[in-house]
C-alpha cells in the first residue's frame, strides 16, 4: 500500500520568509514523488518532480529515501505562492495524492 | 480547449438518486484517472482507466462505477446517493498509461456534487 502523509493543513508565513511544506510517504518500491498545486479558482496543476530536479518558481524538494520524504522548500516566500499544495507518489499503476496544505503568505 | 473538461460543474440532487459525471481527456491522452475530494480528506483516487480499460482500482464504492468509451471520454456514475458522496469530483488525465509513474496529470476543472 502507498501512503503520502502533509501534516499540516494550513502553513502562514510571512512575505519574505523561508517556506517547508512537508511530505512524508510510504511504499514499498522505488517511488516517483510531484508536488502539485491549486491557484485560488484555478486547476490542480504540476508543480514539480522529483525526477526532474528542477527549481520551478524558486521552489524545490529533495526525495530523501532515508526519511521518507520529499519536503517542498523556497527561501524567500512571495504573496503569489499562496495556494494549496498537495504531495503525491506515483506507483502501481496509480497515484495518491495527499491532504494538501494550504499555504498562506501574509504581506 | 484542448485541456480536461468535466460537466457539470455543479450539480444538486436528493439522497438515493443517481448522477453521471462526464470527462474528456486531453487530447491524446490515453489514461483517464477519477478522484473525490471531500473536507478535509484530499484527494481519494478512485479508479483509473487506460485506453477503455480498467487500469487501477481505488476506494471506490461498490455503488459508483466508471467506463471509458472508444472515444476516451469517462464517465463516473454514483448511484443511491448519500449525504456523505457530497463532494467535489476530479477527473485527470495523462498521456502515458501503461507506465504513470512518469506521467504528469492534467486535471479537470471538477464536478461540485450536493447530496440533500
Known amino acids: 500500500a502507498q501512503r503520502v502523509t502533509q501534516p499540516e493543513k494550513l502553513l502562514s508565513v510571512f512575505k519574505g520568509a523561508p517556506v517547508e511544506l512537508k511530505c512524508n510517504y510510504s511504499y514499498s518500491g522505488s517511488p516517483e514523488l510531484f508536488w502539485y498545486v491549486q491557484y485560488s479558482r484555478q486547476r490542480l496543476q504540476l508543480l514539480l518532480r522529483?525526477?526532474s530536479r528542477e527549481s520551478i518558481k524558486g521552489f524545490t524538494a529533495d526525495l530523501n529515501k532515508g526519511e521518507t520524504s520529499f519536503h517542498l522548500k523556497k527561501p524567500f516566500a512571495q504573496e503569489e505562492d499562496s495556494a494549496m499544495y498537495y504531495c503525491a507518489l506515483s506507483g502501481d499503476q496509480k497515484v495518491t495524492f495527499g491532504t494538501g496544505t494550504k499555504l498562506q503568505v501574509i504581506p | 480547449d484542448s485541456g480536461v473538461t468535466q460537466t457539470p460543474k455543479h450539480l444538486i440532487t436528493a439522497t438515493g438518486q443517481r448522477v453521471t459525471l462526464r470527462c474528456s481527456p486531453r487530447?491524446?491522452?490515453?489514461?483517464v484517472y477519477w478522484y473525490q475530494q471531500s473536507l478535509d480528506q484530499g484527494l481519494q483516487f478512485l479508479i483509473q482507466y487506460y485506453n477503455g480499460e480498467e487500469r487501477a482500482k481505488g476506494n471506490i464504492l461498490e455503488r459508483f462505477s466508471a467506463q471509458q468509451f472508444p472515444d476516451l471520454h469517462s464517465e463516473l456514475n454514483l448511484s443511491s446517493l448519500e449525504l456523505g458522496d457530497s463532494a467535489l469530483y476530479f477527473c485527470?488525465?495523462?498521456?502515458?498509461?501503461?507506465?504513470?509513474?512518469?506521467?504528469?496529470?492534467?486535471f479537470g476543472e471538477g464536478s461540485r456534487l450536493t447530496v440533500l
Open positions: 487530447s491524446g491522452d490515453l489514461s
Open positions: 485527470a488525465s495523462s498521456a502515458s498509461g501503461t507506465d504513470p509513474n512518469t506521467g504528469e496529470l492534467f
Open positions: 522529483h525526477i
